[in-house]
Nanobody, 124 residues
Framework: QLVESGGESVQPGGSLKLSCAAS????????MAWFRQLAGKEREGVAT????????SYADSVKGRFTISTDSAKSTLYLQMNSLKPEDTAMYYC????????????????????WGQGTQVTVS
């Protein structure tokens, strides 16, 4: 089970930190990620982390502004979001169990097996 928290409304330029509590998915925590989705649009990969080595990947739209991380037990996934923009407004989802390409967890949503219910981030 994946449970997200931390989403709220914030002004442009502000910061938020999302959290995702992971339980019962230990075998799938090698790859964990954050995705986001606007109503009527496809789910977009935001950031991934290969937890054994802490190897991360980011969508170009968030590079330099967002940071993905986990706690030492890999039971909580975080997304630190800085310099937020109105276009970052979306429902943010935590995911686990994704595939890998060239040593990085994939940003493609189709290969991920576990999803949380989402937390809403609004920047305005």
């Amino acid at each position: 089970q994946l449970v997200e928290s931390g989403g709220e409304s914030v002004q442009p330029g502000g910061s938020l930190k999302l959290s995702c509590a992971a339980s019962g998915v230990a075998d799938e925590r090698n790859c964990m990620a954050w995705f986001r989705q606007l109503a009527g649009k496809e789910r977009e990969g935001v950031a991934t982390i290969f937890t054994p080595f802490g190897r991360t990947s980011y969508a170009d739209s968030v590079k330099g502004r967002f940071t993905i991380s986990t706690d030492s037990a890999k039971s909580t996934l975080y997304l630190q979001m800085n310099s937020l923009k109105p276009e970052d407004t979306a429902m943010y989802y935590c995911a686990a169990g994704g595939g890998m390409i060239d040593g990085y967890c994939t940003l493609s949503s189709s290969s991920w097996t576990r999803w949380g219910q989402g937390t809403q981030v609004t920047v305005s």
